[in-house]
């Protein structure tokens, strides 16, 4: 039995050229996935996300992928205008994109949505308060979605990751630090990053049959950093 079988699904994966973008799509596509991947940040214009999903046609599989470069201002420095530029870019999204999908997967009663957030709103960490919290109203919103949408045949879930190898958080001047390196042997029971495919899999997996009993959870992939 094959456990992760995307053959013939459709699948959109948003801001597809950053954060976890690529390795999503390579691995997707691998799996048999007819992909379709949209660049564009999803911040700036509401009404964007609802064209995008226009676009994409009528799509089996939603990977809501937002990303922003965190910032790490201290708590007393964070200004109105860093909060917003958070919760714009990776909150508001998420509602637009969901009404826009929504109409499709009710029709026939079957669908996933997976969201790649972050576990940084599950371990506090100091000068992160803005993106902590944008990141935690992701993982909330998943939670109250995914239980309305599960007797309609469709399922809402989330990744929250940290430690996992990617071109926003993890570049490879950054890997290259030994003091990084040093921070991921004291941090992460790993000991490693997990890497881009190990974590493109696990969305897989959600977006496949084999997931159809999880609803509106959250699942840490961050080699044991909130253990």
Avoid at 107 to 129: C, D, E, N, Y
Avoid at 138 to 147: E, F, I, S
Avoid at 155 to 167: G, R, S
Avoid at 172 to 200: T, Y
Wanted: hydrophobic share 45%; net charge neutral; with cysteine.
């Amino acid at each position: 039995m094959k456990l992760i079988d995307l053959q013939g699904r459709r699948v959109l994966i948003t801001q597809s050229s950053d954060f976890m973008g690529p390795a999503l799509q390579r691995v997707f596509g691998a799996l048999g996935a007819t992909v379709v991947a949209d660049p564009r940040p999803l911040g700036d214009h509401p009404a964007l996300a609802r064209q995008v999903v226009s676009e994409a046609g009528d799509v089996d599989v939603l990977i809501a992928h937002l990303a922003l470069p965190a910032p790490t201002t201290s708590l007393a420095d964070v200004d109105d205008d860093e909060w917003r530029r958070a919760f714009a870019h990776l909150v508001d999204p998420l509602p637009r994109l969901a009404r826009a999908v929504l109409p499709g997967m009710r029709a026939r009663r079957a669908g996933r949505i997976v969201v790649i957030g972050s576990a940084a709103a599950l371990r506090g960490m100091k000068r992160t308060s803005t993106y902590s919290a944008a990141r935690g109203a992701q993982l909330a919103w998943v939670r109250a979605a995914g239980t309305e949408l599960a007797r309609e045949g469709i399922t809402l879930n989330a990744i929250a990751q940290n430690f996992v190898d990617n071109p926003t958080y993890f570049p490879p001047e950054v890997q290259a630090n030994p003091a990084f390196q040093e921070r991921l042997k004291r941090e992460v029971p790993l000991g490693r990053l997990v890497s881009g495919d190990e974590d493109a899999l696990f969305a897989a997996y959600l977006a496949s049959d084999a997931a159809a009993c999880f609803v509106g959870q959250v699942f840490p992939v961050c080699g044991g950093w909130v253990s």
